[in-house]
């Protein structure tokens, strides 16, 4: 039992991967501040904004919990600015900001809707030859992995092979190893591929391969020349770049669609007027988070909602419930697409607020448009298996949703 509140200890692998919310509300609302083994879990909007902005929080060393034996993932996963703390998160970030600029993301935007709109042409294809088809494995997927090609200027013959590491790569969350005895040695294999491909990237680069290419690398080793960090550095950002992104957008585009079809009215508001895509698009985020929980560590001691959190202790904090907290929105469990959701966590505040949030709205924007224009009467195939939720709560999302024409 939880020390307060009269609640049983939280475990995610509790939770209804298929409507995590009735697990959080609860404690939300008796036990915000729960302690679960060596584990705090906080589940108010307050609670989770304020450590995500402070910096008696950190990310801790992750290399150093990963298993010593992984030397190729714990020296690509130490190079990853999401784990870091300053100041080499700084000099990381300044980095990565002087070349994820917003004229990148916007440039972007007619490859995003061409690669959009050829995906969501094969879905229409599929469906009508097959009766349905699979949108993640289609289109949610596939699109954040080409999105992101374009942006470091993968070749597109590599691209197939590149979905395939960054799958196993993701194998090293916490989540993922629970389930699977070779994670580790799966995701470091990939951790190894995927550095020997960008270390020969950047040789190439520099001996004057691709001189007039035009992409997220080129604009890397450009600023380097003022910020120098290293190979290890570059080498760990790109490939951090291509993880990142691709299972968090593949799910918010997943649960996004699937929001709007449980949810007529809304979805026939935003036909209507494609102007609203931007904010249903942080209405999405908001209502149904693409990542449930995010991990930080005490720094210094401090007290949250009357509880002692000590130095070093671990904080656990759910975005999904601190995104559906009556006290910052109001009537937080209904889908409201006209509504003001700024100030979701969806993507992380603070130090860590996630670089990559303008080019995963414009792929969420563009790929959705895309899919209600090419895909009008689109519905969930009928069936308990047209529906398969990956088993992880943190990157929480379908690995499966078949889809017909109603």
């Not at 080498?235 to 291509?242: A, D, K």
């Amino acid at each position: 039992m939880s020390a307060d509140g009269g609640l049983p200890a939280f475990r995610t692998q509790d939770v209804d991967l298929r409507d995590p919310y009735a697990r959080y509300r609860p404690y939300r609302e008796q036990d915000p501040v729960h302690r679960a083994g060596d584990t705090w879990y906080l589940f108010r909007h307050d609670d989770v904004a304020r450590v995500l902005t402070s910096r008696s929080y950190g990310r801790g060393a992750l290399p150093a919990r990963l298993p010593a034996q992984y030397a190729h993932l714990r020296r690509v996963v130490g190079n990853w600015m999401v784990f870091m703390d300053p100041p080499q998160h700084t000099r990381v970030r300044a980095l990565v900001a002087r070349s994820f600029t917003p004229r990148i993301v916007e440039s972007l935007r007619p490859r995003i809707r061409r690669l959009a709109a050829d995906l969501a042409a094969e879905l229409s294809r599929q469906i009508a030859a097959d009766g349905q088809a699979d949108l993640v494995e289609t289109f949610a997927a596939p699109l954040p992995i080409l999105v992101i090609s374009e942006l470091l200027g993968v070749r597109p013959q590599d691209r197939p092979w590149f979905r395939a590491q960054a799958v196993d790569l993701q194998q090293a969350t916490s989540s993922r190893v629970a389930r699977r005895a070779d994670g580790y040695a799966v995701a470091d294999a990939a951790a190894r591929e995927l550095a020997a491909y960008f270390r020969a990237e950047l040789a190439g680069r520099r001996a004057g391969a691709r001189p007039h290419a035009d992409d997220l690398i080129a604009a890397m080793l450009r600023s380097e020349e003022h910020l120098p960090l290293g190979d290890d550095a570059l080498v760990g950002t790109c490939i951090h770049l291509l993880t990142a992104g691709h299972e968090t957008t593949t799910n918010l585009l997943a649960k996004g669609l699937t929001a709007l079809l449980a949810h007529p009215g809304q979805l026939a508001a935003l036909r209507a007027d494609p102007r609203l895509l931007p904010q249903a698009v942080e209405e999405l985020v908001r209502y149904d988070s693409p990542v449930q929980i995010v991990n930080r560590w005490a720094v210094a001691d401090d007290e949250i909602g009357g509880r002692r959190i000590g130095e070093g202790e671990k904080v656990a904090l759910v975005v999904g419930s601190a995104n559906r907290d009556a006290a910052r929105f109001a009537d937080p469990d209904r889908l409201d697409i006209h509504r003001d959701a700024r100030r979701h966590c969806g993507f992380g505040m603070g130090l860590h607020y996630c670089v990559g949030a303008p080019l995963a709205r414009a792929e969420a924007e563009i790929g959705l448009e895309e899919l209600l224009r090419t895909g009008p009467g689109l519905t969930v195939a009928p069936g308990p298996e047209a529906v398969v939720y990956a088993h992880d709560l943190v990157f929480h999302g379908p690995e499966r949703l078949l889809v017909r024409r109603a």
